[in-house]
């Protein structure tokens, strides 16, 4: 009685750290539902990257790639984020690759400050295509500061991409400053224009997250890892009580 006891809280405890590396298995940062956000609410957030590469491609991919590598693998609610980088070539507007243009889902920045009222370019709302937002986009994937002078863009204030200076263009690439003052119309995404050799910071935005309504989901595949290694382990405790009795 008290062996088979014995060995039932192995295997819960087994259960326990198992479970509980699962939910640590990703490096990355883990990235918290922002304050006054309720279960069903959608949102997604911004990050300035660390660090720094040049503007010579015209493949928005190789941007998009740049910031998921950046982004580290940070997660939320146990999932890890896609990223889009807030650019423009001269195929793809950065509205739209960032997608959800005109929604009315607000942005925030990874350390959970509101940074966007929605995906618009209204001014009365703080759209993030407005020109205008509620702070300065100065935080980083772990919600850090980054020191940063200059992020390109390759766009105009609303997202669209400016002739000449997208992201891969001939010569020179549009950048914005994320330290400017908030109340300095657009500079943050379109400020002005340096050579496009040159390596300078970019912003991420995630895809669209939903505040979930309970306690999040294991993941399936390492639920069967979980539910093996234990039953594993109460079949070979339980033949060694056995064989001891």
């Given at each position: 009685?008290?062996?088979?006891?014995?060995?039932r809280?192995l295997a819960?405890?087994i259960a326990?750290?198992?479970?509980?590396s699962?939910?640590?298995?990703?490096?990355g940062?883990?990235?918290?539902t922002?304050?006054?956000?309720?279960?069903g609410d959608?949102?997604?957030?911004?990050?300035?990257t660390s660090?720094?590469?040049?503007?010579?491609?015209?493949?928005?991919?190789?941007?998009?790639?740049?910031?998921?590598s950046?982004?580290?693998?940070?997660?939320?609610?146990?999932?890890?984020?896609s990223?889009?980088v807030?650019?423009s070539?001269?195929?793809?507007n950065?509205?739209?690759?960032?997608?959800?243009?005109g929604t009315?889902?607000?942005?925030?920045?990874?350390?959970g400050?509101?940074?966007?009222?929605?995906l618009?370019?209204?001014?009365s709302?703080?759209g993030?295509?407005?020109g205008?937002?509620?702070?300065a986009?100065?935080?980083?994937?772990g919600?850090?500061?980054?020191?940063?002078?200059?992020?390109?863009?390759?766009s105009?204030?609303?997202?669209?991409?400016?002739?000449?200076?997208?992201?891969?263009?001939?010569?020179?690439?549009?950048?914005?400053?994320p330290?400017?003052?908030?109340?300095?119309?657009?500079?943050?995404?379109?400020?002005?224009a340096?050579?496009?050799?040159i390596?300078?910071?970019?912003?991420g935005?995630?895809?669209?997250l939903?505040v979930?309504?309970g306690?999040?989901?294991?993941d399936?595949a390492?639920?069967?890892?979980v539910?093996?290694?234990?039953?594993?382990?109460?079949?070979?405790?339980?033949?060694?009580?056995l064989?001891?009795?």
């Amino acid at each position: 009685m008290f062996a088979s006891n014995r060995v039932r809280c192995l295997a819960y405890g087994i259960a326990i750290v198992v479970f509980g590396s699962l939910s640590t298995a990703h490096a990355g940062t883990v990235l918290a539902t922002p304050a006054g956000l309720n279960p069903g609410d959608q949102f997604r957030f911004l990050f300035l990257t660390s660090g720094t590469q040049a503007a010579t491609s015209t493949d928005i991919g190789d941007y998009n790639t740049f910031v998921n590598s950046q982004a580290s693998g940070a997660t939320y609610q146990g999932s890890v984020v896609s990223w889009n980088v807030v650019g423009s070539t001269a195929t793809v507007n950065a509205r739209d690759n960032v997608g959800g243009f005109g929604t009315n889902v607000p942005v925030y920045l990874t350390n959970g400050t509101i940074l966007a009222g929605d995906l618009t370019t209204s001014s009365s709302n703080k759209g993030l295509w407005s020109g205008t937002l509620f702070t300065a986009p100065t935080i980083g994937i772990g919600g850090n500061s980054v020191t940063s002078r200059f992020a390109y863009t390759g766009s105009n204030a609303d997202g669209t991409g400016l002739t000449d200076r997208q992201l891969g263009a001939a010569s020179f690439a549009q950048y914005g400053d994320p330290t400017v003052n908030i109340g300095t119309f657009g500079r943050y995404f379109s400020l002005n224009a340096l050579p496009n050799s040159i390596a300078l910071n970019f912003y991420g935005v995630s895809s669209e997250l939903t505040v979930p309504n309970g306690v999040p989901e294991i993941d399936p595949a390492g639920m069967g890892s979980v539910l093996a290694l234990v039953s594993g382990t109460l079949g070979l405790l339980e033949r060694r009580r056995l064989k001891a009795s």
